[in-house]
């Protein structure tokens, strides 16, 4: 018989039964405990915790999130650690009284869509056995068919109401597992894939309308960015002002100009779009640099706004230097960064890393 551990989650005091070799946050999230992280690979240091009682293995988090002498200290992450003992630990979990939480799930999906949408990027639509409940701007974790339970977490693109089918935007990574060697390669419409979530705490914070928001997204960071924007103006959940600047090499590199320019027809007063090219002259209608130095263009101060940020680890970085360039304050930027395996192999740091 497989053994289970009992976590205790302080301050709560819940307890959380935990299967063998299963991660703690996994099983938190599972039975409706909110634990903070963000991208449940051991990375970006959000799920660090005090383990007041008790042995875990801190399974594969990277030596940069987690340090030899925090390891001493007695600390771990949640999303790597598999308890040896019943534990007790000690949790951040200052969670946003408007945020809505939904446990984790596991669903059977079929692809009903898998179609080219830019250079190396495809659109990916899977219809759920049954119906999610998400966050905008959350993501979720899918088995990539083929291998020995290797997952991949990839950010809905839909807003929360359409909650039976999930879009993913994926851009291909030569030499990835599951993108060159699965969805670019054989997948197709019609194949059965597990998938679990919702995962993630890069939420559109739609009970912050009084301050306006800008929005960064590299590639397909633009994915969960798209949900937010969906979410608020199409379901009317968010009534302040969005500017969107969404970045590739070229126009060929960049998707849904047409349907966001549609958007910005229709709600003038709230929305704002600006699709950037850095490696071509910009054609009429694009703006030409990083989608971070067109901003700064536009802005010269950023007080009072939030900042949202998504794409890879250096378009993140650099999209933080100029948020805070521009006088805003971490406190008011929210990222998300596609941090993939190699970035992780490599030693590279996030930038979001918390300390
Ligand atoms: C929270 C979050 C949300 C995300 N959302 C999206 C999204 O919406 N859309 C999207 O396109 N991506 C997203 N990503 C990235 C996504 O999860 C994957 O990292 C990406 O799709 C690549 O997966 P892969 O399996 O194809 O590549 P991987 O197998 O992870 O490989 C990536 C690269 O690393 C190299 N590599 C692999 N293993 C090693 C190793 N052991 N040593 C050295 N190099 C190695 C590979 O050759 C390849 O070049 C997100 C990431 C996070 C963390
Ligand atoms: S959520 Fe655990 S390190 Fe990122």
């Known amino acids: 018989m497989s053994e289970t551990y009992t976590v205790t989650v302080e301050p709560l005091g819940r307890e959380v039964e935990v299967a063998e070799g299963q991660t703690i946050l996994e099983a938190c999230l599972r039975a409706g405990v909110w634990l903070p992280h963000s991208c449940t690979h051991g990375t970006c240091a959000t799920c660090k915790v005090e383990v007041l009682d008790g042995d875990v293995d801190h399974g594969e988090a990277s030596s940069f999130a987690l340090m030899d002498f925090e390891r001493e200290e007695g600390k771990t992450l949640t999303c790597c650690a598999r308890p040896q003992t019943d534990v007790t630990i000690e949790a951040d979990v200052d969670v946003d009284e408007e945020l809505e939480v939904f446990p984790v799930q596991d669903f059977t999906g079929t692809i009903v869509e898998l179609t080219d949408i830019a250079n190396d990027i495809k659109r990916l639509r899977i219809e759920l056995d049954r119906e999610i409940g998400f966050n905008a701007g959350q993501y979720m974790k899918v088995q990539v068919p083929g291998t020995d339970g290797i997952d991949r977490t990839w950010s809905m693109a839909n807003p929360p109401t359409e909650n039976r089918v999930v879009e993913f935007q994926v851009r291909n990574v030569p030499g990835g597992v599951a993108t060159d060697g699965w969805l670019f390669k054989d ?43 969906k979410h608020a103006l199409i379901n009317e959940e968010y009534d302040g002002h969005i500017t969107l600047y969404a970045g590739g090499r070229t126009k060929n590199d960049l998707y849904d100009v047409d349907f966001f320019r549609q958007l910005e027809q229709e709600y003038p007063d709230q929305f704002a779009f600006h699709p950037c090219v850095s490696a071509e002259e910009p054609e009429e209608g694009y703006r030409g640099g990083y989608v971070s130095t067109v901003m700064e263009q536009d802005f010269d101060k950023l007080t009072g706004y939030q900042g949202y940020m998504c794409g890879s680890p250096a378009m993140v970085e650099g999209c933080l230097k100029s948020f805070m360039s521009r006088r805003l304050f971490p406190r008011d930027i929210f990222g998300e960064d596609f941090f993939n395996e190699g970035d992780k192999q490599n030693g590279l740091s996030s930038p979001l890393i918390k300390r």
């Open 187 to 229: 997948a197709a419409v019609g194949d059965s894939l597990q998938l679990s979530g919702p995962y993630g705490r890069f939420v559109l914070r739609t009970w912050e309308e009084e301050r306006p928001i800008i929005m960064l997204g590299g590639g397909t960071g633009l994915a969960p960015l798209a949900s937010m924007v």
